[in-house]
């Protein structure tokens, strides 16, 4: 019984000095050490530094079916550090006609979704953005067969521009786009690639940079 005891009375010891050493330890492990060993993932590597919002409206002038195409409208969205997520929508402005076959109707041209990009080095005066606007649409005035048929539309944007920041709230956007329309029936007078070409884009967007 006493050697169960001592025993006993050892082990308590031995845990009491083993907890002693452990916080001890613990105790010089300095706060940059301990940094150090956290895991690392995207959200605690992700570093917020700029958040605002813009919106304003956009021109973009190309050719459909060979004639020149003022395509005008608007968009918006959000800025996160250089990265920018937004919505966006316009359509054909000017008169187009399908063919020169009398009684051709008017083409109606219009889409809208998503518009994404990048800002580089957003803090020069005149600097690079990198974007793209992805939507779906429609078109009208292109059917073979009877009036009033819609072609409805995927339409791809990708542009490279550049942006001038006139004041903290006002800049310009200069730059080449290249418009991917992808969907029109094979019954239309015209075609994907009557619809798809290289183009000038500008906008004016006001906000907070």
Known sequence: MKKLS??????????????????????????????DQRVQTVFNSFEVKRISGFGGPTVSYSTINGEMAVISGGGGGIIINNLFVGGYGEGLSNIIKASTEPGSEDIQFGHGGFWLGYEIAPSKM???????????????GIDKEYSGRTDNVFVVVPTLSAEINFTRFFKVNVGVE?????GISSNSILGNNDFSNVGVFTSFIFGWF
């Open 6 to 35: 001592l025993i006993a009375l050892l082990i308590a010891i031995s845990g009491v000095i083993f907890a002693q050493q452990t916080i001890s330890f613990n105790d010089y492990i300095k706060d940059d050490q301990v940094d």
């Open 178 to 182: 290249y418009r991917q329309v992808l």
């Open 126 to 140: 005149i600097h690079p953005v990198i974007s793209s606007r992805l939507g779906w649409g429609s078109i009208k």
